[in-house]
């Protein structure tokens, strides 16, 4: 026999459900903070600078235009919509905020429709008949205890921390092109010191050769002149295979196939961004890194309110309105129709300290969270430091091998002069020609270090900077 449902006076349903409202203002999360950091009052390697926290939502911009390189532009622009990886962090970006909505979703009330048709019979005189029926229904769990809230406060952080994700995916991409990048360039300009080297060892060994036949020098000469002819050409040939490699890895970060990029030669432009004298405060809260760590434990606080929802018990209404007869014409009729009201609430009585210990579990990936996103503040601080170190002590190394450099093709055209004039050793010019080469190349390297360091300086500032107006 079917139990007949009792629906509850409309008056005492209407207060329970107002209570229920009522008390869907609790909270059992814990009122978030953000952690406190140890912080420097200024920076060591740097003037003007002042304490910062995170702010990753500021606009950045095309930081990679400071360098003043218009294929550099095109290229890093390309990186936003074409590098797989960030590609991937976008997709991550998308489920996370579709988490948001499923789990907004889950305060409101959840309605449905039902609808059957059947016929049945016996046998002998037994007359089939028919049934139908059809039933609205809908059922809504108020969020008493704050756990439904606490869910979407998670999931919110959670995206949030995803978005944040997705600027350090790009960051990182775009930093990785426009160091590939300007590394080409310093090959391309190590191709063309090592021609000009080729072409004069091979004029050396010309001479060398000439000497050597009218017997103003010895065979030993001419070995050495070619032994540093063959040494300039298989260097040639290591820088043309670095470049190549270069232009690979470009290549992947545009998200096409290495065999079809080709990035042809240029003049290398050296340009290296000045650091403001007065850096504003903001600079370091652009990290996203710092921003995602810090959304991660709002995630994980919010996390603990869900735990603790658990002590509580859970309140549930319904309600539904059906109809049924036997022909489907009559389903309309008011004769026909039934309806009911619920209100259902349960609690765990006894688990064995499970909800605790899913509570101590909440509270422990909070602190964990904690400790993360501290960490990852100290580790920005040491990163900014460092570039800003680096940054100051590369330029001045930089003009240091510019000198050295310069005196360097003096002493080698000194050199070959006097060996012209019978005045040197053979051996005198070789070792000239080979502290000018090295020099030379020791310039070339101290430019792209410069370059490849405001870029580190870039990242580690979030993405760029801009002077006071």
Known sequence: MKPKLIPLPSSRLAAMALAASVASGCAVAPTYQVPAVAQPDAYKEAQGWQPAAPADTLERGPWWTLFGDPVLNELAAAVEVSNQNVAAAAAAYAQARALVSEQRAAL?????????????????????????????????EPDVWGKLRAGTDSAGASAQASAAD?????????GELAANYFALRQADAQLTLLAATVDGDQRLLTITTNRFNAGLAAKSDVLQAQTQLASARIDQSNAVRQRAQLEHAIAVLLGKPAGAFTLAPAPWNTTV??????LP????????????????????????????AAYFPSVNLTASYGVGAGQAAGLFSATNSLWSLGLSAAENLFNAGATAARVSGAEAGRDAAIAHYRQTVLAAFADVENQLAASAALAQQQELRRTASEAADQVEAQMLNRYRAGQVAFTEVVTAQNTALAARRALVQAQADRQATAIALIQSLGGGWRQRE
């Open 273 to 278: 961004p000045e650091i403001p004298a007065g």
């Open 108 to 140: 409101f009330p959840v309605v449905d429709l039902t609808g059957s048709a059947g016929r049945s019979g016996g046998g002998g005189n037994t007359k089939a008949a028919g049934q139908y029926r059809m039933n609205i229904g809908g059922s809504w």
């Open 166 to 174: 997705l600027a350090a995916a790009r960051l990182s991409a775009q």
């Open 281 to 308: 405060s903001t600079l370091l809260q652009r990290r996203p890194d710092i921003a995602a760590a810090e959304r991660r434990v709002a995630a994980a606080n919010a996390q603990i309110g869900i735990a603790r």
